[in-house]
């Protein structure tokens, strides 16, 4: 049996995909986690041999929490099922040792065919997306991706200070350096060019 955590944020879509692969006799679902923080968790409880992640949840996301793996538990393989076709994230997805990229329209017996190859140590990659993953590169640092997207989320320069144990002035440093980056104008070009191009 291929042992199977699930990573969702959205609850009905979390329960639709465990009730479609507990089908197949070969898989077994063995935790659902509605957020990153809540699948290292049960990672550490059930030793899962694939875990199936969205890259936006709550809190860690998806890329976040395959690094975490590859870091932490090698031996699991992930595999991302997202709703962004967007060539940065599936960048970002291999570079950061994720076996599987799908779209979340992929029918149900192509999703178990896939968690089949990522658990043999094959890849699965979206076949319409394979060729864009290297189109345009990521000009910004883990650490500026991260102020970013506090930033676009609405958050003062102090706030995401708190979150990140940075001074005020580290902060806008970073937001400096991520809008030239990227030729933006202010902080909520950025975001929105960084978000688009799948590097958030």
Known sequence: MIRILLAE??????????????????????????DG????ALVEET????????IEMPGTTGLELAEWLHSRHPETRVLILTTFARPGYLRRALESGV???LLKETPAEELADAIRKVDRGERAIAPELALTAFDKADPMTDRERQVLRLAG?????????RRLH???GTVRNYLSEAIGKLDAENRIEAYRIARDNGWL
């Open 166 to 168: 940075l001074a005020e």
């Open 47 to 54: 030793r899962p041999d694939v875990v199936v992640s969205d």
């Open 153 to 161: 989320q609405g958050c003062s320069n102090a706030e995401i200070g």
């Open 9 to 34: 944020d959205q609850k009905l879509l979390l329960g639709a995909i465990a009730q479609l692969l507990d089908l197949e006799q070969d898989l077994e679902v063995v935790g659902r986690a509605e």
């Open 37 to 40: 923080e809540r699948a290292r």
């Open 99 to 101: 076996s599987g990229y």
